[in-house]
């Protein structure tokens, strides 16, 4: 990286720890640094890749920005953005293509491929801009034919260096109950410019897709498993299994821990298959109580979720063969008082159980 990208990650990280306490858990930086080392090493072609992922701690809809610069790549730039995760590769892959294009005020963008599963639905977006244009990116909204809501939770864009050319991954959190055909409309109302020139205003939409998609199946257990460390009872209620992401659902009795001062907990921990690689626990949907409802009217969901007994976190790959034996481990339990201070509490807690 030049030295002032190298400074602007620096001052957006000190402005987010002064403004909101909040400061990266291990196993997120170190998440963050191997996606860094994967783009660069597949995806040397590009001008700015990005990642980006919704914080606990942070209202819908603002999101962590890692940069990073590239040269030449056989990818295309929608394959290099999938790259950017295992369940988005897996995704992309096994998609269904739509194809699906149009153009407004010389943008055009294009809904190449859909994938849906109960733990995310993941979405795949061109934008060709006219010549001499800046590169922009989509962010927008997905309903379905039941009017439920699918937030956007999750991202990562990859822009041309020499083409006025972007490509988009975008992850949404899907309702539950969700299964079947489902249809869709999603709507990007503007594009967020990646690189900007002074006087020109951002593409203006709105781009609206309408579409379907086949939800692929998920594997679902309920361990009913609970451990206790350091005073803290935490209850395994539910694992939930699918080709692009594992999603566990915890009940966490925090009174030995929690009071006034210390009110927000997180978790920190890994979720490992015999035969595969443990896996970081460090994204954390939508809260348990969400059922579809659109952004504005989940903050206070968002709000609560920060200090409630009921916590879900995903990971960033899932399995085609669930069945066996599984261990997840919380590690640890950090603590915040709102204002900057962390406190940790140390486990472990380990939860053995078999997928049939």
């Known amino acids: 990286m030049h030295r002032a990208e190298n400074l602007e990650l620096v001052n957006l990280e000190e402005e987010l720890r002064q403004a909101l306490g909040w400061e990266p858990r291990p196993a997120m930086a170190a998440h963050m640094d191997r996606a860094v080392a994967a783009a660069i090493a597949q995806a040397p072609s590009t001008v700015g890749a990005t990642t980006r992922r919704r914080l606990p701690k942070l209202a819908i809809g603002l999101f962590v920005t890692l940069l990073l610069l590239g040269a030449a790549s056989a990818l295309t730039l929608l394959q290099q953005a999938a790259e950017l995760e295992p369940g988005w590769r897996v995704a992309y892959a096994r998609a269904e293509h739509l194809n699906l294009s149009q153009t407004i005020g010389g943008y055009k963008v294009t809904l190449d491929r859909g994938f849906v599963d109960p733990n995310q639905l993941i979405l795949a977006f061109q934008v060709d801009g006219p010549e001499g244009a800046f590169h922009a990116v989509p962010r927008g909204d997905v309903v379905d034919s039941q009017g439920r809501s699918y937030l ?23 309702p539950p109950g969700v299964g079947g ?10 594009l967020l410019p990646v690189t900007s020139k002074m006087g020109v205003p951002a593409p203006q939409g709105p781009w609206v897709f309408h579409f379907s998609l086949t939800v692929h199946p998920a594997t679902e257990v309920e361990p009913d498993l609970t451990v206790a460390a350091a005073g803290v009872p935490i209850t ?8 692009t992401a594992d999603r566990i659902l915890l009940g966490l009795n925090l009174s030995a821990i929690r009071d006034k001062q210390w009110t927000r907990w997180q978790m920190i921990g890994t979720l490992q298959q015999a035969h595969r690689l443990s896996q970081e626990l460090t994204w954390a949907p939508l809260p348990p109580e969400w059922i579809g409802q659109p952004k504005a009217d989940i903050q206070d969901l968002v ?15 899932g399995t085609d063969t669930p069945s066996g034996q599984w261990t997840l481990t919380i590690t640890r339990l950090s603590g915040s008082d709102g204002r900057g201070e962390v406190r940790f509490v140390d486990g472990p807690w380990v939860f053995q159980f078999v997928v049939p």
Not at 153 to 174: C, K, M, P, R
Request: proline share 2%; net charge negative.
């Open 152 to 174: 956007d939770i999750a991202g990562g864009d990859i822009g041309a260096e020499l083409e006025n050319s972007a490509a988009t991954i975008s992850s949404y959190q899907v």
């Open 181 to 190: 055909m489902v249809d869709l409309t999603a709507t990007i109302p503007d």
């Open 236 to 243: 395994l209620r539910r694992v939930q299994i699918t080709e």
């Open 303 to 317: 709000t609560r979720s920060e200090v409630g007994d009921v916590q879900v976190r995903q990971t960033f790959a």
